[in-house]
């Protein structure tokens, strides 16, 4: 398992090829992304777009549907990948 672990983190940080997203919101401790998360990721990952979705508590897609829709949307569009869905 651990080697997995490793494995997948290796990935994440050499696969600029493969583009991910990373929604964060405001307010929310319980999604456990704080900013220092969010940096450490945009950091770490490789090819991670970071889109912030405004305020949200612990349903943040039930606080922030259109938000979070439009996000992915954009971003799916940057990337070209919306006629691969």
């Known amino acids: 398992m651990t080697?997995?672990?490793?494995a997948y983190g290796t990935w994440l940080a050499s696969s600029q090829d493969v583009p991910k997203?990373?929604?964060t919101?405001?307010?929310s401790p319980i999604l456990l992304v704080t900013p220092?998360?969010?940096a450490w990721c945009k950091d770490h990952i490789a090819g991670l777009q970071i889109e912030h979705c405004g305020p949200a508590g612990h349903h943040a897609t039930e606080d922030q549907p259109a938000t979070i829709?439009?996000?992915i949307s954009t971003?799916?569009?940057?990337?070209n990948l919306r006629s691969h869905c």
């Open 75 to 79: 971003w799916l569009d940057q990337q």
């Open 21 to 23: 997203v990373l929604l």
């Open 3 to 6: 080697a997995r672990i490793d």
């Open 25 to 27: 919101f405001d307010s």
């Open 69 to 71: 829709a439009a996000a």
């Open 36 to 38: 220092e998360v969010a």
